[in-house]
């Protein structure tokens, strides 16, 4: 049976409905514009800070200035300044690293394999909690890292270091012996709820590094694994360090890598992995082979946005860095990262001098990083999604 | 106005001068239309003589909101003062706005604020571009002082030390002439912190890290491994939670889980904790002027609340109120010339 059409709106009400159709249409379009128009015009003020320190008469640094390597912008009277911003970059690059080599690992692997091996009863509890984690206010995060964490550490340095060890290998023990199970326990403990029943021995693993570490630290090291170091390469130890920093800011980065990467994955076609299978390949290798490059843009994407948070992040690296203008590759020692540095002496700075000014050119270098790491990432993220269109028309 | 209405006019006001009983002599030509204009001139002129009299008079009272930017060190003092101010004069409120020292030039030469509280003395150029925005120099009035405390972990049994020392532990380049540096806790001849000494600080252009190297490191320069935290109170937590650890912070930012080391004297022995007496008298060098800087055109009183506060501030009741928080009062002689300086007005 067929319905009779709706009765035509009365002109009237038709000419109402298509001014608050327009209207809608209008506010809309100048909001997606508003937000271009904001983004351009905080680099465009960025910029015009910056640039009377080169252009201007009263330009008073040199670029040869900027590339030494001391920052020591506020002076005694009778001293001259150093503006070397050098340490600074420095500084948030080596955090970002170290925050990226423990976030990109965790982060891809629980993307992985929350996106091909979990069951969905399990992924539907994972990415609220981690949705959490993202949420978390980074100040929260630098505080518990810096009055919390790094005194942790400090006073269990090896049982830090060998539940870093310990962790992964005992991981991949499990794995092996998972394979000698018998057939029947093995199906009792699928693969896809690793991430419940490997909890136990996780814990145990912790308790008995944390537990072995003093005896094996006066077995091998003399008792000080610190003065150890120290003694042997010549490595200082500081309390707040790029590994505490990689730690903290890796918390705070894994989440948003997480959820790209998993969209990335989840959004390879299913015919794809399953086509390999059907054809014999294992399940690693259709991951390897096949899902993880198809996927490969998306999850580079990921890693990319990742990288522009763990640059432009403050508060974690103010708190837990210990903010010392040195240039040392240790994972030991602290640093000082640039937006950290605007966060602390900007509001010291004399409004219209050098220092603030530099102060802004740091602020300019993070913005047009994140700028284009952020393009980079979005620009391989939409020829990925034409890929996949591509690939699910052709299956 | 034709002829006939100004006569009329005239007449008219003749008619009142007479009723008011101030008549003018017979046979004196009545004020004519120009003349009239002139009185009136007069009259506005007086008027407005007087409006801004009638203003003074309404902001002599201490009545309103009383505003002030500058430094977070000052701003727990400054609150509190504002918060006797109330007490006194019920109608005043104390607006802060506490963002860091250099803010308090920028807001005083922009003419945003009156009052302008700093941790370190206005620099030269900062001087001259308020006296070259309004033809006169600012009033500098010192209304505390600041000590600050060189501490450890609260189980740290270290005694005291002397500059020498602590420069030697702190500085790259050991301006105050000890003869090599101190990194290990061993060698100042103690047992119990093993391993390297944890060095906090201050961040690079705070008033807190110029002042110590300026008075602590003989104007030398500060390792590049000292810690910098954006505020004392992270140099107080840092310095609990670290038993190796040393580090500075003002007096008024010390809690029970750090120690506080006296200098001791280099020749004679004795030792110097950080207190009203030793800043004073000048044997514990580590402390600094603070400062309110007002914008007060010479020769013209300062409005109600300003003057009320600044009145305040300078008052024992104000200066028991820096003791209370940990600064150092200003002694008694200094006390007195601030408050000429307040009466009298800036130095030209």
């Not at chain 2, 009035?141 to 060189?150: F, S």
Request: aromatic share 6%; with cysteine; net charge positive.
């Amino acid at each position: 049976m067929i319905e009779p059409l709706p009765p035509r709106p009365e002109p009237r009400r038709q000419w109402y409905r298509r001014l608050r159709d327009r209207l809608a249409t209008l506010l809309i379009t100048a909001g997606g514009v508003g937000v271009v128009v904001a983004v351009l015009a905080i680099g465009v003020f960025l910029a015009l800070e910056v640039a009377p320190l080169f252009l201007g008469a009263e330009a008073s640094v040199g670029w040869r200035e900027l590339w030494q390597g001391r920052w020591q912008p506020g002076t005694l009277p009778g001293e001259a300044p150093a503006y070397g911003m050098l340490p600074l970059a420095w500084g948030t690059l080596k955090a970002a690293f170290w925050a990226l080599l423990f976030a990109i690992p965790l982060a891809l692997g629980a993307a992985i394999h929350s996106a091909l091996y979990m069951p969905p009863r399990l992924r539907s509890r994972l990415k609220p909690t981690l949705e959490m984690m993202e949420a978390m206010p980074g100040v929260v995060v630098g505080f518990v890292a810096g009055l919390v964490l790094a005194p942790w550490v400090e006073r269990h340095l090896a049982g830090a270091l060998a539940l870093a060890l310990l962790l992964p290998a005992g991981m991949l023990l499990a794995g092996l012996a998972w394979t000698w199970l018998p057939p029947g326990l093995r199906r009792r403990l699928a693969p896809g709820w690793a991430g419940l029943w490997l909890m136990p021995w996780l814990a145990l693993l912790a308790a008995l590094s944390l537990w072995l570490s003093p005896a094996l630290e006066a077995l091998l090291f003399g008792g000080d694994l610190r003065h150890w170091l120290d003694a042997r390469f010549g490595l200082d130890y500081a309390a707040r360090n790029a590994l505490i920093v990689g730690l903290a800011m890796g918390f705070a980065v894994i989440p948003g890598i997480y959820a790209l990467a998993e969209d990335a994955l989840t959004g390879v076609p299913a015919s794809l992995g399953e086509g390999a299978q059907a054809l014999g390949a294992t399940r690693w290798q259709s991951l390897w082979r096949v899902v993880l490059p198809a996927a490969a843009p998306g999850v580079f994407s990921a890693v990319m946005i990742g990288a522009g948070r763990a640059v432009g992040e403050t508060m974690i690296v103010l708190m837990a860095s210990g903010n010392t203008a040195l240039m040392t590759l240790s994972p030991l020692e602290g640093m000082r990262s640039m937006s950290a540095t605007i966060a602390i002496e900007l509001p010291e700075a004399v409004p219209g001098g050098v220092h603030y000014r530099l102060l802004f050119l740091a602020a300019l270098a993070l913005f047009a990083f994140t700028f284009l790491v952020n393009t980079l990432a979005e620009l391989v993220r939409s020829r990925l999604r034409r890929r996949y269109r591509r690939l699910g028309a052709a299956s | 106005m034709s002829e006939s209405e100004a006569m009329v006019y005239a007449v008219a006001a003749a008619h009142q001068r007479r009723a008011a009983g101030c008549d003018s002599p017979p046979g004196r030509r009545p004020p004519g239309a120009l003349g009239r204009r002139l009185v009136r001139f007069g009259a506005a002129l007086v008027m407005a003589l007087l409006l801004p009299a009638n203003l003074q008079a309404a902001s002599d009272e201490v009545v309103g909101t009383l505003g002030a930017v500058g430094s977070d060190t000052l701003a727990g003092l400054m609150l509190r003062w504002g918060e006797a101010l109330t007490e006194r004069y019920p109608a005043v409120r104390l607006q802060l706005q506490a963002s860091g020292s250099a803010s308090a030039p920028t807001a005083l030469i922009a003419g945003t604020t009156r009052l302008g509280p700093m941790s370190r003395a206005m620099s030269e150029s900062e001087r001259a571009a308020f006296t070259a925005r309004h033809g006169y120099p600012p009033l500098e009035l010192e209304v505390a002082r600041d000590a600050l405390a060189v501490i450890v972990h609260r189980h740290n049994p270290l005694e005291s030390l002397t500059l020498a020392e602590l420069d030697a532990i702190f500085s790259q380049n050991r301006r105050c002439g000890a003869e090599r540096a101190i990194s290990d806790w061993s060698q100042l001849g103690l047992a119990s912190p093993t391993g390297r000494i944890v060095l906090h600080g201050r961040n690079v252009a705070s008033g807190t890290h110029d002042l110590v190297r300026l008075h602590g490191l003989c104007g030398g320069r500060f390792r590049l491994n000292v810690n910098e935290h954006p505020g004392s109170a992270a140099v107080v937590a840092a310095v609990a939670a670290e038993p190796a650890a040393i580090g500075f912070a003002g007096l008024n930012h010390l809690t029970p889980s750090v120690r506080v080391i006296p200098r001791r004297d280099g020749e004679s022995g004795e030792l110097h904790p950080p207190g009203p007496t030793t800043v004073v008298s000048g044997d514990y060098p580590l402390a600094r002027s603070l400062y309110l800087y007002v914008n007060r055109r010479p020769g013209e009183p300062l409005p109600g609340p300003e003057r009320a506060f600044l009145e305040l501030v300078l008052s024992p009741e104000g200066q028991s109120i820096v003791e209370e928080l940990g600064f150092v009062s200003l002694p008694e002689a200094l006390r007195q010339r601030q408050l000429d300086l307040l009466a009298r007005g800036p130095e030209a």
